[in-house]
């Protein structure tokens, strides 16, 4: 198992690594430059055409290890990678036409909200639906820390479930948003899952491959993505992380465990309800300096500091960390033991 694992890593970074040399430069000869928010940060216009949609460098090494080191599962009748994903796939396909449209447009605006938001919550319950036929969900949900399981209606599930996927995995295309960061967040995620796998045994190798390719994937991304970056994911990177996370975390059975593992996705996207609803409520006034988080620190916050991107990256992912080592002790006694 562990010889695998390591194999999923290594391939996913080369694979990453490699199709970069190439994708990198064909972006920037097909002008696939992002559109910077005009209301960010001023200093954030000096990153006008950086290349995007550079998570097809991970998407196609994540693809590639589940379906050669995956390989042997699938004989087994093991197919859990595989929904997977193709669950994380098809909201890298929502977030590549989100892509396009703000190419097509020259601007920063893709797809209309109601549009993302209907086809994410298609695309969630549809794949809730696969899970409930293969036997990799049922309607209990287990609380960490507490170790107990709450069953519920199977409707009501469905529908909180639903709810769950689509706010992670607008959490993390919220995450991105300066250099490294989304994917400097979710590799700790991501080994906290293969932790687990090494914890709970050879019938999560399927889903471990996956978290170790992501893994593996996005270090190999981090080649080009890490400040100054020479490419942006896209939310064609973006919406397929958070695609893959969810589905990690329903597949593993614990789906409670995002907002603790996940804890920075939490704070940015609470940052930006908070700000959109205060700035409403008291007409025009703000709690933080920007939204999402990193941007309020990325200006000063309010102790004055303006955090660097470096700095950022290792905020963040440093927390993650903790949190996941955290998130492990709360799951450990899952299933006994």
Not at 118 to 129: D, G, N, Y
Not at 142 to 154: A, D, K, R
Not at 225 to 248: E, I, R
């Amino acid at each position: 198992m562990t010889g695998k694992l390591i194999l999923a890593l290594a391939i996913a970074f080369f694979i990453s690594s490699g199709v970069g040399l190439f994708l990198v430069p064909w972006l920037r000869r097909i002008k696939a430059g992002q559109a910077i928010r005009e209301d960010g940060p001023v200093w954030h216009q000096s990153k006008a055409g950086t290349p995007t949609m550079g998570g097809l460098m991970f998407i196609a090494a994540i693809a590639a290890v589940c379906l050669s080191v995956g390989f042997s599962c699938m004989l087994e009748g093991e197919y859990g990678h595989i929904f997977c994903l193709l669950f994380a796939m098809v909201f890298g396909g929502i977030g590549f036409l989100d892509d396009y449209e703000k190419l097509r447009k020259k601007q920063n605006l893709g797809l209309r909200a109601r549009e993302k938001f209907l086809l994410q919550l298609a695309v969630s319950i549809a794949f809730l639906f696969l899970l409930r036929r293969f036997g990799y969900l049922k309607p209990n949900l287990y609380i960490p820390f507490l170790n107990v399981s709450w069953q519920m209606p199977e409707a009501v599930y469905f529908a909180f479930a639903a709810f769950v996927i689509v706010a992670t995995v607008n959490a993390v295309n919220l995450t991105d948003g300066v250099d490294g960061l989304a994917a400097g967040t979710t590799i700790p995620v991501c080994m906290f899952f293969v932790i687990l796998t090494y914890y709970w045994g050879e019938r999560f190798l399927a889903l471990g491959i996956f978290a170790s390719a992501i893994i593996g994937g996005l270090m190999g991304f981090l080649v080009y993505n890490f400040n100054p970056a020479k490419v942006f994911m896209g939310d064609t990177g973006s919406l397929f992380l958070g695609g893959a996370v969810a589905a990690l975390a329903f597949t593993f059975d614990i789906p409670m465990i995002i907002p603790f593992v996940g804890l920075m996705y939490v704070v940015e996207v609470l940052s930006d309800v908070i700000q959109v609803v205060y700035f409403k409520i008291t007409h025009g006034k703000r709690i933080f300096r920007m939204a999402p988080f990193h941007h309020h620190l990325e200006m000063g916050g309010w102790t004055g500091k303006k955090w660097t991107e470096k700095e950022l990256f290792v905020l963040f992912s440093g927390i993650t960390f903790v949190m996941a080592a955290v998130s492990f002790w709360g799951v450990s006694g899952r299933f006994g033991m």
